[in-house]
């Protein structure tokens, strides 16, 4: 199976900050990568696909980048409803494999 | 507005079964993929099953190969998943997704409020 590892495990920001968070895989998915978002009790949330795909409805301060084995989800100026638990996602092999997540609490 | 219900969760003894379901409502099942994904108490996200728009592939984690079926029935917008020879490393939150095309490409569009299954004696 394909490991994906995110970093940091947790991240501590404050409102209006700019944030990015790094997932590394452990072969090239070429661009077959996905960011989630999940809040407390909820359930996940598709913010972006294939590595800088912005999915319909969310937030233009929220981006993507990447391909092969390393990518980056940034986002541009924290707002209170941002703080959550983001997972990565790769979707190059039929077994799909999330991240560890990566905690974006309040500083 | 896409909607997916999961049901039939519960407390079960290691070594028992369930069957999960899912309604789908709000869009054309029969035209989508369909998964589920897991998630044990305070821990990531764990993909477990797919499945085509019509049935013809099926893939599976290697942890739940051998237990678990996933089946659908687009005549009643329905997603399943029986579970078999549970074990304590089976207890988890369990969410249905909609996969984004008809055969799985692992993009989980929408997903379901998930169904808690506990094995425990």
């Known amino acids: 199976d394909i490991q994906m590892t995110q970093s940091p495990s947790s991240l501590s920001a404050s409102v209006g900050d700019r944030v990015t968070i790094t997932c590394r895989a452990s072969?090239?998915?070429?661009?077959?990568l996905n960011w989630y978002q999940q809040k407390p009790g909820k359930a996940p949330k598709l913010l972006i696909y294939?590595?800088?795909s912005l999915q319909s409805g969310v937030p233009s301060r929220f981006s993507g980048s990447g391909s092969g084995t390393d990518f980056t989800l940034t986002i541009s100026s924290l707002q209170p409803e941002d703080f959550a638990t983001y997972y990565c996602?790769?979707?190059?092999?039929?077994?799909?494999?999330f991240g560890q997540g990566t905690k974006l609490e309040i500083k | 507005e896409v909607q997916l219900v999961e049901s039939g969760g519960g407390l079960v003894k290691p070594g028992g079964s369930l069957r999960l379901s899912c309604a789908a409502s709000?869009?054309?099942?029969?035209?989508?993929?369909m998964n589920w994904v897991r998630q044990a108490p305070g821990k990531g996200l764990e993909w477990v099953s797919s499945i085509s728009s019509s049935s013809n592939y099926t893939y599976y984690a290697d942890s739940v190969k051998g237990r678990f079926t996933i089946s659908r029935d687009n005549a009643k917008n329905s997603l399943y998943l029986q579970v078999n020879s549970l074990r304590a490393e089976d207890t988890a939150v369990y969410y249905c997704?909609?996969?984004?095309?008809?055969?799985?490409?692992?993009?989980?569009?929408?997903w379901g409020q998930g169904t808690l299954v506990t094995v425990s004696s």
């Open positions: 294939t590595a800088s």
């Open positions: 072969q090239s998915i070429s661009s077959y």
């Open positions: 996602q790769q979707s190059y092999s039929t077994s799909s494999t």
């Open positions: 709000g869009f054309t099942f029969s035209s989508y993929s």
């Open positions: 997704a909609r996969d984004n095309t008809a055969i799985p490409t692992g993009d989980f569009d929408y």
